[in-house]
Each structure stands twice: as structure tokens, then as C-alpha cells.
């Protein structure tokens, strides 16, 4: 017996000290590139080109959970790759914010490990709290309305966009305009959104839209729910969650998600499918994501230069390009540096924006997670 | 070892050391794999469920994972696994039985088998997505049977809830079933029955005082693992129903890969506890089962 332990025990003396060895050792890959890891401003290095060089010098930038038909980051990145002439190394494109966290956390001193993220609001401000972020202002800071970044730039609103209602225009030929119009018999076993709201954000932000539309407010997404499990009972709603797949192969003739994905699905279908967006006239809801560097970057100098693209108009109009509502949007439209054919393309929004605040979207959340399959099961 | 050893001591008991590391090297490569691959994430898990973010020790994650929504998603996996594995075992029994009666070389046999080897290990998203294309709202056999008349979905019928799922599942539990069941079948011998037979027991009695005891045991303990088999099912249900049903592991996912909820990695560990706390228990009875199985078939 007591040999069989010694057996497990060297056994699991082996594997500690695999773990270890894999843990440890590659902290050399972070190159020190001229104080790149603590710069707060390409000023801090003596200007852009200072950065660009270093950038250039690391030569390669980990990005994370970047869908290539999400908010055009598929052209995004190809622009920047010929700009600087970086390789960028991509890892989990479906991921999701959690993900990237982990992998910050789990991958921390290894090479692989990602340079930039770009995360829900929570995220950003849990993983900022948690001390993860490096704060970074890029040249445009000033442009981002305060209510949209972290005074220190720990992180800031990149783009965002609204919940809209896509559909098949050949499947659908009388569209619905509203939250209203979905419950109309027509539309049985017709109406998706993308994925779980207690796990994917579009899907939570489909229903918060539903809870404005519906009598509810930031502070009360109760309705939201109550008319999901409406439309579920008339046999509307179907749970599958909406991708360019399921739009394609004809399960999800409508769907309830951020018009800029939508916007990628249309894109990516075209010759296809007729695929159309509009926001709903009744429940109006925009949200926008974080973009942050990690404290931990193999690349510190290629992420902040990252930043930098992504916040400059050239950056910007990409953003643009596809669909989002990138943040310096109103600066753009003023200075009339916006790409105005991708600004005549965006759907049209009609009343008054408002967001919700991070405690109110908290407090929703919870709401979700406590009551979303009690309501839908 | 001090310096006091006698050297034939010493030669002694290295030989033996060496004879026991030759003996036991074979074993190194299996102890590593299930040790990195099982034993270091069970106790990230276990030591997870009982800390909080900042890693102080706290039972609040294990209290929670047994109320409100976690608590229901529980009732309901476990409501899940034991319906899909009763189903599963019994209709899976009758095949497995019926099966066995046909010729030994028949051409039904080899179907059966071979379909059942595939099909139990048909799963996932493509299963889901099978189904889908069947009997989902615009489904082939949905609109063929609308075009006979007959609207299931009118009819109360929905693939997307927990009947759904029930459904999907027992369409790999039969298979799984007539597996693991059909060599406790064949262990049955017939000299068995004959004996019966001739001391005038009927059918009724053959199967109520022999057969019936003999094949409790290894009945059960195929349940047993029909229901693990469905406990711990995930891609399959979320697929199918994007978490509308409130399953354990799809409630672990939301928790440690969601764009939602930050900051509950910990929680879905709990849950993740719970999880092997329920399977250790099952596998428990279900060894105890099998041993009392082998001591009929053996």
C-alpha cells in the first residue's frame, strides 16, 4: 500500500514540476522595448514614430476573440498587418470576454499571451479593478466623451452599435418594424436571437431592448423576459442561436442582435441571401464594447500602436465601415473626416439614446441569471 | 540512508528499489496523463469552489450553487439524466433482447450492432442539428407532416424545450444501451432456461425467479451509466436550446466562458463540485452494481 502511494506520490511530483516548468521559464519573452510596458502615451516613448519603431521591432501583436464578421475587425486587422507590417497572431476568434480574461491570466509571461482585448463593460471594469489592464491614452483621447473611457485609459469605448431586427427578405416579405410587430402569428417559429442573454451579450442587450419596448426601463428588464417567454409560448421564439450559419440554412429567418453583426451576416451572405436590417422603432438600445491593453502584453509597444490605429480615423472609419458606431463617431461626422457612404449605410435610429449605467446593467444581469429559464424553460 | 548501513543492506534494498522502479515504469506514462489531465484539474476545481476572487477561503460559492437558478438547474439535469437513462435502458433492454433472439449471423444483427457502436457516439452539435433539420419548426418531417395535415408544433410538440432534449438524448441512450447491455444478455446460458423448462417452470417463472435476478444487477448498472452519460452532456442541449433549459454544465459555461457575468469563475466551480460529487456517487453504486453482476457472468 504504501509503495502503491509513493507511486502516486512521484507521479504527481512529475506533473507539479511539468506544470511549473510550463508556468515559469518563458518570463524572457516579454523584450523590454524601451519602457514600451509602462507607457501611459505615445509621448511617453518621444512621439508616434518612436512607437511605431518599436512596434516594429517586436514585430508580431496577439489579438483575441476577434470574429473576422464582427464589426469588420476581419478588415480591420488585414489594415493594419500592411500598414506596419506586423504579424498578428490570432487566437480564439469565438471567444468571449471571460475567455480573454482567463487567457490574460493563464497564459501571463508566456509569449502567446494576448496584447490587446476587447471586452463587455463588466469585464473591462472587473479586470481594470483586478489591476490586469495597463491605462493607455491614445492620441484621440480627448475626443471620447467621459462617460465612455477610464480616466486613467485603463480602458475606453471602442465601438458600439444597437439591437436591431435583421430578416430574410425573401422569407419575410412583410418585415417587422418593432418589438410590437414580432408577436404577430405570421412569424411563428421565425424569431432567434444570438445565443443565452445570461451568457452572450448580444442576446442580453435583444432583451433589455425588449424590456424598453415593453414598459420596462434600465432599472426593470422584467418585461424583456416576460415577452420572450410571450413570444416563446405563441411558438415564435425559437432558442436556436442565430449565426451567419442558421441565417443561411434558413432556421433563423429573423433575428433579434447588434446591427453591426447583422450588418457582417449581410455581408457574408450577399448573392445569397437578402439579408436586411432596421432598429426597432420601440425598443431603442445601443451599447458599446471596451478596448483595453493587457498589463501582462509579450508586445507592449505592438498593443499600444494597436490602439492607436484603432482610435485614429483611419481606425475608426473601419469600425464604421462595418456597421458599428465607433466612438469618436460625432467628431468624425464633424470635422467630416466619416466615411459617408459606410454613414448613409447605417440603420436608421430614431429618438433619443440613452445607456444604462454599469450598476444598472449589473442589476439586470442578475435578474437575468435568476429568472431567464424559470421564464423560457 | 546513513553511514551506519551495512553495505548488503544497501545492495539489498537498492536492488529491490530497482526491481520495484522496473516493475511499476510501465505505469509512469498513465500516472502523468491522469494526473495532468485529471487529477491537477479536479483539484483546481475542488480548491476553486472554496475560494473567493481575491483566494480566501469561503463556502459562500458552495451555498450558492444550490440555490435559486443553480439549485433548479440541478432538479432539472438530474430530472433529465434519470428519464433519458430509464427510457434509454428499457427500450435499449427490449432491442438488445430482440436482437439476440434474431440469427446469429443475420443480417439484423450486424445492423443493429454496428448502427449502435456509431450512433451512441453521435453527439454534439451535429446531433443537434440533425434534429433540427428533422423535426425543428421548418424541419422535414415537421413540414411533411404538415402537408399531411397534421401541425405538431399546433399540437403542443416543441424540440426546443426539455421534451426536446429528452428526445435527442434517448436517441443516443438506446444505442449506448443495447451495448453495454447485450453481453449481460449473452451471458444468460440457455442450459439455464432449459433446466427450468424441465422442471415444469413456465416462461413467466423462468424469467420472474431466474432471469429477472440474474439480469437486475447488470440492468441497473447500465442505467447507472446512461444516466452519467447524460449528466454531463453539454453541447448537444445548448445547441439545441441556447440554455432556455437550465442544465448544470450549461450553467458552468455562462459562468467561466459568458460575456454576461464577470467575475464567477469560482461559482461555476462549485457547480462543477456538485457535478463530480453526483457522478462519484453514481459510478460508486454503479462499480458496487457490476460487482455483484460478475458474480453471475464471470
Not at chain 1, 493607455?136 to 483621447?141: N, Q, R
Not at chain 1, 467630416?336 to 449605410?345: F, N, Y
Not at chain 2, 439484423?108 to 451535429?126: E, I, T
Request: net charge neutral.
Amino acid at each position: 500500500m504504501n509503495r502503491r502511494l509513493a507511486g502516486i506520490v512521484a507521479g504527481i511530483a512529475t506533473v507539479t514540476l511539468t506544470l511549473s516548468a510550463c508556468g515559469g521559464g518563458s518570463d524572457a519573452a516579454a523584450k523590454d522595448t524601451g519602457g514600451a510596458a509602462t507607457a501611459k502615451s505615445a509621448a511617453d516613448l518621444g512621439g508616434l514614430d518612436k512607437l511605431i519603431e518599436a512596434a516594429k521591432k517586436e514585430g508580431e501583436l496577439n489579438v483575441i476573440a476577434l470574429p473576422h464578421d464582427w464589426a469588420n475587425y476581419g478588415e480591420i486587422l488585414e489594415a493594419f498587418k500592411k500598414k506596419y507590417g506586423l504579424k498578428v497572431t490570432e487566437a480564439n476568434p469565438e471567444g468571449s470576454s471571460q475567455d480573454e480574461i482567463s487567457a490574460v491570466k493563464q497564459l501571463k509571461g508566456q509569449d502567446r499571451a494576448p496584447d490587446v482585448l476587447d471586452l463587455g463593460g463588466a469585464f473591462a471594469l472587473s479586470a481594470a479593478k483586478d489591476g490586469l489592464l495597463a491605462p493607455y491614452k491614445v492620441a484621440t483621447f480627448a475626443d471620447v466623451p467621459d462617460a465612455q473611457k477610464d480616466p486613467e485609459g485603463n480602458w475606453v469605448n471602442d465601438y458600439g452599435g444597437f439591437i436591431s431586427i435583421g430578416y430574410d427578405a425573401a422569407k419575410v416579405p412583410n418585415p417587422p418594424k418593432s418589438f410590437a410587430d414580432l408577436k404577430k402569428p405570421e412569424y411563428q417559429g421565425k424569431v432567434a436571437l444570438n445565443g443565452d442573454p445570461t451568457k452572450a451579450g448580444a442576446a442580453f442587450a435583444g432583451v433589455y431592448a425588449a424590456a424598453l419596448a415593453n414598459g420596462g426601463s434600465f432599472t426593470d428588464i422584467k418585461p424583456g423576459i416576460q415577452f420572450f417567454a410571450d413570444l416563446k409560448k405563441s411558438g415564435n421564439f425559437i432558442p436556436v442561436q442565430a449565426s451567419a450559419a442558421t441565417v443561411e440554412s434558413g432556421q433563423t429567418p429573423i433575428t433579434i442582435d447588434w446591427d453591426y453583426l447583422q450588418a457582417g451576416y449581410a455581408k457574408k451572405l450577399q448573392g445569397k441571401i437578402d439579408w436586411k436590417v432596421a432598429v426597432p422603432t420601440d425598443g431603442v438600445y445601443s451599447n458599446f464594447y471596451c478596448q483595453a491593453i493587457s498589463k501582462t502584453a509579450p508586445h507592449p509597444a505592438a498593443a499600444r500602436l494597436w490602439q492607436e490605429f484603432l482610435y485614429s480615423d483611419e481606425g475608426q472609419n473601419l469600425f464604421l465601415k462595418g456597421l458599428s458606431r465607433p466612438v469618436r463617431l460625432n467628431k468624425l461626422t464633424a470635422a467630416g473626416t466619416a466615411d459617408s457612404a459606410a454613414l448613409a449605410a447605417l440603420p436608421e435610429v430614431k429618438g433619443e439614446v440613452k445607456f444604462p449605467t454599469n450598476d444598472q446593467i449589473d442589476a439586470a444581469k442578475k435578474v437575468i441569471a435568476d429568472e431567464w429559464a424559470k421564464a423560457l424553460g | 540512508m546513513t553511514a551506519e548501513t551495512p553495505t548488503a543492506v544497501r545492495v539489498g534494498m537498492a536492488r529491490r528499489a530497482t526491481a520495484w522502479v522496473t516493475a511499476h515504469l510501465g505505469l509512469v506514462p498513465f500516472l502523468v496523463y491522469t494526473g495532468v489531465f485529471l487529477g491537477a484539474p479536479v483539484v483546481m476545481v475542488v480548491l476553486g469552489a472554496f475560494q473567493d476572487n481575491d483566494g480566501v477561503f469561503t463556502t459562500d460559492n458552495i451555498t450558492a450553487a444550490f440555490k435559486d437558478q443553480f439549485g433548479r438547474s440541478f432538479a432539472t439535469s438530474i430530472e433529465l439524466s434519470a428519464l433519458t437513462a430509464v427510457l434509454g435502458a428499457v427500450l435499449g433492454a427490449v432491442l438488445a433482447q430482440a436482437v439476440l433472439a434474431s440469427k446469429e449471423d443475420g443480417i439484423l444483427r450486424k445492423v443493429v450492432s454496428s448502427a449502435s457502436g456509431v450512433l451512441a457516439n453521435f453527439g454534439g452539435v451535429p446531433l443537434a442539428f440533425a434534429f433540427i433539420a428533422t423535426l425543428g419548426s421548418i424541419g422535414i418531417v415537421t413540414k411533411a407532416l404538415k402537408g399531411l395535415g397534421f401541425d405538431i408544433y399546433a399540437s403542443g410538440f416543441n424540440l426546443f424545450n426539455f421534451t426536446g432534449i429528452a428526445i435527442v438524448y434517448v436517441y443516443f441512450q438506446i444505442p449506448l444501451m443495447v451495448i453495454v447491455f447485450t453481453p449481460a444478455l449473452e451471458g444468460m446460458r440457455e442450459q439455464w432456461r432449459e433446466a427450468a423448462a424441465n422442471l415444469g417452470a413456465t416462461k413467466w417463472q423462468y424469467w420472474r425467479h431466474i432471469a429477472g435476478p440474474i439480469l437486475l444487477p447488470p440492468f441497473l448498472a447500465s442505467m447507472l451509466l446512461l444516466f452519467a452519460n447524460a449528466f454531463s452532456a453539454y453541447a448537444t442541449a445548448y445547441a439545441l436550446t441556447s440554455g432556455v433549459v437550465p442544465l448544470v454544465p450549461i450553467q458552468i459555461g455562462s459562468l467561466v466562458s459568458g460575456n454576461v457575468v464577470a467575475d464567477q469563475q469560482n461559482l461555476g466551480k462549485a457547480l462543477g463540485l456538485g457535478m463530480i460529487v453526483v457522478v462519484a456517487l453514481v459510478m460508486a453504486f454503479y462499480n458496487w452494481m457490476q460487482r455483484r453482476a460478475s458474480r453471475w457472468l464471470g
